[in-house]
């Protein structure tokens, strides 16, 4: 038997060969690989920025400058959708693909493998990561070359932020997961508790716009704080609360939703057990 | 691998929050699939559960496979238990239980067995070697780099089994592996099972059809309701019943008299009315003895004997006798 | 003869509002998508303006209307009619010839326009629902109140759009037939309308070449017109020349689905294609 770094390895290989199936698996659906890059910047980024043109007064966003204490709405709605991509990643990249897997049969035999389960997710996630990473890459060289968008270079002051939101999003992906094995139909609700995420994160408004109790749900998600701080150190927006305070709550929600999910996640594949359910479809 | 008084119990329906809150007396329906199952498979036998659909077998498998958990009863596989360690379990074993569907069709067949060796950990340096071997004992080596969707059925059947073994493993699990094949694609299939056995692993299979176990199985287990009604070799279960033979007879006839009288010469092992007439399956120890009589009971009674088919005597007889159904029921 | 086809007509639409209705979380996402997809923008415009006069002002000048909920809901409302219309007919040939029923239907003597556009019909009830999912959500939750006349001028200019609208989607139908693949097609089709035909905002403010392109899309009308007889109390006379491109645009659109549907049909004829995917 394989010492303990030795299974580890072997799990790592697992990741690295789920992602890579993955990736390959794309690569014969070209029209998909452009719409999963895609779609967040013609379907949200294009739409949101003509809005915001059609209140530019004289070119200035007056309006957003007051709100978020920014004037630059591609700035703005970039930044926010780096988080956008995460949260996608977590809700559709690895959460719905269990679905997928279980329509088309392929789950049952992964299942059967000495494989741990938490390797099935974390592989999607790296394939969803790799998805994102383009995708981010690709709209700030969009946002830099096309909107004239000029980030500080204290946003790198950010990077940790966005970090620790992966990880608590993490988290989220194992509830996602849990939720999808579980539950019959779950297209809606992945749909629309992503879509929900993601606005209450204040990736498409400055969350000081929202009624009273969504904002205390804002303050809820780990996502919020990672927008805000990338806001904050790259565009100079007025921040939500202090900064430190942030990355205090960005460390707490990681250290929460992270084992959570695990643990959701670990209690879902005993239900699984159970109902003997990993194979229908 | 054993099972001991393996029992699994469905509940069908949904208990809410609010009556699990109230503790609200349980009315769920609930469905006995598996009863009680006892059985030891012996190293390198190919051991066989033969039943019809739903009789359990399929969810016995899924216990042993580690994908559902018994409501009571143990099994081990290998000496390991698989409610306790079930990750152990399934390093030992190579299962073909969902068909064939379950390949990525938009991947090529050594594409799916790259991803598959690594889920099943193998080490990257036997991972080649491996899947050129699993390949070239299903024979699929010259279409290995083609797309599962281009192929046939049969192929991708091929290509779960080869999944199979790639771990190489001890023990390998076959739900109905021949289900849905064509004839040849079946018999390939039977003819590789046998070679796994001359390699000395071990074979559970379930099947549902009585050739099947008898061509392939040294041992099997007749399961029916989720029990085991009869387990034994295949030439021992054929001679639990007293026949040697089994004529089945079609009469047209007004009244059941006529079964009366042929029961005097063997026995009735089932009796059923279709297209006006009755069918008639009889056990007897001489075919060549009990056929006259049997015409001139007819004679006798009134009724004509409008068929006569001798058979030897199968699994399928065995089962009959012990339910009083056909399998395919 | 007539009756016949009428009545595969009524029978494609009869299957596929049983089969609608058969999908579990259709009714809920008819519920959520129409309120909370808008309801999103507004409070993005909301970010947007602030509460600066100056930027309300800019939107009213540029968009002919200070309703900015009524705006942005109208606008979101036809790209979620859109997307009922390609998810829905725009999806149905192609699902049959995934489940291998599509050479079932072409040896029916029934018309090929009724298999076409029989099941669009059923598909008419979520996008009605929908329109009154919204229309509450505006009065109830934006207090937009908008006088019966100008509701009933908004429904004939909804059913002057139904040709255009249906015949893209049986069009759509048709073309993804030969792509052999659904998703793709849908999202890059929607996203080139969500960019061009004015979801969230005015075309005005686009660059020439772009708001050229949008004036040649029929959904631009529609949201043009739907904004007009809405929010700023337009009469349908003031509308005759849109409606007529809307409507011209119907026939030429349908009669084009009709086309390449019946080149479809040849083309898997000769090759006996159509039936494998």
């Known amino acids: 038997m394989a010492g303990r770094t030795g299974a580890w390895a072997l799990e790592a290989r697992a990741i690295v060969a789920i992602t890579r199936k993955d990736l390959r698996i794309l690569t014969r659906y070209p029209l998909e690989v452009f719409n999963q890059i895609g779609q967040p910047i013609y379907q949200f980024v294009i739409p949101s920025l003509l809005l915001g043109a059609t209140f530019a007064v004289g070119g200035r966003a007056v309006g957003l400058e007051e709100t978020a204490g920014t004037g630059d709405v591609a700035g703005f709605l970039i930044l926010g959708m780096l988080v956008a991509y995460l949260v996608g990643a977590a809700f559709w990249g690895i959460g719905y693909s269990f679905k997928r897997e279980m329509d088309q049969a392929t789950l049952e035999p992964a299942w059967l493998t000495p494989v741990a389960r938490e390797t099935l997710v974390l592989g999607r996630g790296l394939s969803a990561l790799v998805l994102s990473a383009i995708g981010i890459v690709l709209m700030l060289a969009i946002a830099v070359a096309l909107f004239g968008v000029r980030l500080s270079p204290a946003i790198v002051l950010a990077v940790p932020a966005f970090l620790l939101a992966a990880l608590a999003v993490l988290g989220v992906a194992f509830l996602i997961s849990s939720a999808v094995l579980l539950i019959k139909e779950p297209v809606f609700w992945v749909d629309a508790s992503d879509a929900l995420f993601a606005a209450a994160s204040g990736v498409m408004f400055p969350i000081t716009v929202l009624p009273g109790f969504l904002k205390l749900v804002s303050f809820a998600l780990p996502t919020t704080y990672a927008i805000d701080l990338l806001r904050v150190t790259g565009l100079g927006a007025r921040p939500l609360l202090d900064p430190v305070l942030q990355y205090a709550a960005l460390a707490m929600l990681a250290a929460i939703l992270l084992p959570l999910g695990r643990a959701v996640f670990a209690w879902a594949d005993r239900r699984l057990r159970e109902q003997g359910t990993v194979g229908q479809h | ?329 | 003869m007539l009756l016949l086809e009428l009545r595969a007509f009524g029978a494609a639409a009869v299957r596929e509002w049983r089969q609608l209705r058969r999908y579990p979380t259709f009714g809920l996402g008819l519920l959520f998508w129409p309120i909370v997809l808008p309801a999103m923008y507004v409070l993005q415009a909301r970010g947007y303006s602030g509460g600066d006069q100056r930027a309300i002002d800019a939107f009213a000048e540029r968009s002919g209307t200070n309703e900015i909920a009524g705006f942005l809901f109208i606008g979101w409302s036809m790209y979620m009619w859109l997307s009922i219309v390609l998810w829905g007919p725009g999806t149905l040939l192609r699902t049959e010839q995934v489940r291998g029923s599509l050479e079932a239907l072409f040896l029916t003597p029934a018309s090929r326009i009724g298999i076409l556009f029989g099941p669009a019909v059923a598909h008419l009830v979520p996008a009605l629902w929908m329109y009154v999912v919204v229309g509450i959500a505006l009065r109830f939750g934006f207090g937009l109140v908008v006088e019966p006349a100008a509701v009933l001028r908004a429904a004939v200019v909804i059913l002057l759009a139904v040709p255009a609208l249906y015949g893209m989607g049986a069009l759509f139908a048709t073309l993804v037939l030969r792509v052999g693949e659904v998703v793709g097609p849908i999202q890059v089709v929607r996203g080139v309308f969500t960019v061009l035909c004015g979801i969230t905002f005015p075309i005005v403010i686009l660059p020439d070449l772009a708001r050229s392109a949008a004036l040649a899309l029929p959904p631009t009308y529609i949201i043009a017109d739907l904004r007009a007889v809405l929010l700023t109390g337009a009469d349908l006379v003031d509308l005759v020349p849109d409606l007529a491109i809307l409507l011209g645009a119907g026939v030429v659109l349908c009669a084009l689905a009709a086309v390449a549907f019946r080149r479809a049909e040849a083309y898997a004829r000769r090759g006996g294609r159509l039936a494998q995917y």
């Open chain 2, 1 to 329: 691998m054993d099972a001991r008084a393996l029992t699994k119990v469905f509940e069908r329906g949904r208990r809410t929050w609010i009556q699990r809150l109230r503790r609200e007396p349980d009315h769920r329906e609930r469905f006995v699939a598996v009863d009680g199952i006892e059985l030891r498979v012996e190293q390198g036998e190919i051991f066989g559960m033969l039943g019809p659909n739903g009789a359990g077998k399929t969810t016995t498998m899924r216990i042993l496979a580690t994908l559902l958990l018994p409501t009571s009863g143990a099994a081990r596989v290998l000496g390991i238990d698989v409610r306790e360690q079930p990750r152990e379990v399934r390093r030992r074993f190579g299962a073909v239980l969902s068909g064939e569907r379950s390949l990525y069709w938009k991947l090529t067949a050594r594409e799916n067995l790259e991803y598959f060796a690594a889920l099943y950990h193998l080490p990257p340096r036997r991972t080649r070697e491996r899947i050129e071997s699993v390949l070239d004992a299903v024979k699929l080596t010259d279409r290995a780099d083609d797309y599962v969707e281009r192929y046939s059925m049969g192929m991708r059947q091929r290509l779960v089994l080869a999944r199979a073994l790639l771990p190489d493993p001890p023990l390998l699990l076959l739900d109905e592996p021949t289900v849905g094949l064509d004839p040849q694609a079946a018999r390939d299939m039977r003819e590789r099972v046998l070679e796994l056995r001359s390699e000395g692993k071990t074979v559970l299979l379930t099947t549902h059809y009585m050739e099947e176990a008898d061509q392939l199985c040294d041992r099997v287990a007749i399961i029916d309701h989720g029990r085991i009604v009869a387990l034994d070799t295949p030439t021992a279960l054929k001679r639990t019943i007293q026949a040697e033979e089994v004529v089945r007879l079609e009469i047209a006839a007004e009244a059941d008299g006529v079964v009366s009288r042929l029961s005097e010469n063997a026995q009735v092992a089932r009796q059923e009315r279709a297209d006006g007439l009755l069918h008639l399956t009889m056990h007897t120890v001489s075919a060549r003895d009990f056929v006259p009589r049997a015409f001139d009971a007819a004679r006798a009674a009134g009724a004509t004997i409008k068929h006569v088919e001798v058979v030897p005597v199968t699994l399928e007889d065995v089962f009959l006798a012990l339910t009083g159904r056909a399998l395919r029921e």
